[in-house]
């Protein structure tokens, strides 16, 4: 019996979503293509929070400066990656959980009493980010993600997590194989390959490092 769950499973492909979670996955999706505007009071709310949660200060930041290229993002002046050239919201996942805050030594930064952040060995945290969060995003649009959807009954929480777990599992192959930026298309590889196929198994060491 199985032996033939297992056939059947692979026949007919991942679970569907169940309809109640479709609207919260339209959301998702719908977020995932809104477009960065500076006009808009909760697209700088965003930013604010990236930067707050990152640093831990409780002060806001200009919208431009050198403190992003800090951060690990390309370019002070917005024309380049985050915070002005990314055309989508998309990239700035976790987007209701303040999850990076849980993860204090999970990513590979050094925090000063400053607040201020040291990228070490030239890690690319914004492109990192970018890719990290397509990878979930293409996850949930090929219904890789629905049968733990359906399970914990949310979509975007789910979102929130596979995104640190994956930032997990990056931040441990960063360091096992000491890392550089060569090295980080052969590591979103691997994490696409773990997210799309064994997102639940991302998701239980992410659970096992937070109750430690």
């Not at 930032?167 to 590591?187: C, D, I, K, M, Y």
Request: proline content about 7%; charged content about 20%.
């Amino acid at each position: 019996r199985g032996i033939l769950a297992a056939l059947l499973r692979c026949l007919r492909g991942p679970p569907r979503l169940r309809p109640q979670l479709r609207g919260e996955q339209e959301l998702a999706l719908a977020m995932a293509q809104c477009a960065l505007d500076d006009s808009e009071r909760v697209h700088m709310r965003i930013l604010q929070t990236i930067y707050r949660q990152l640093t831990r200060s409780r002060l806001g930041c200009p919208r431009y400066g050198a403190h992003w290229e800090e951060l690990g993002f390309q370019g002070r002046t917005g024309s380049t990656p985050l915070p002005g050239g990314i055309p989508k919201i998309r990239p700035n996942l976790p987007w209701n959980l303040p999850v990076p805050s849980q993860l204090p030594q999970a990513l590979p930064l050094s925090f000063f009493n400053a607040g201020i952040v040291v990228v070490f060995q030239n890690f690319p945290f914004c492109i990192m980010s970018v890719n990290i969060t397509r990878i979930v995003i293409q996850a949930l649009q090929e219904e890789r993600l629905s049968r733990e959807c359906n399970r914990r009954q949310q979509v975007i929480g789910v979102l929130n997590d596979l995104y640190a777990a994956a930032f997990l599992r990056l931040s441990r192959l960063w360091e096992q194989q000491h890392g550089t930026v060569a090295n980080a298309g052969s590591f979103l590889k691997e994490l696409e390959l773990s997210t799309k196929k064994k997102p639940r198994q991302l998701l239980k060491s992410l659970e096992a490092y937070l109750s430690r």
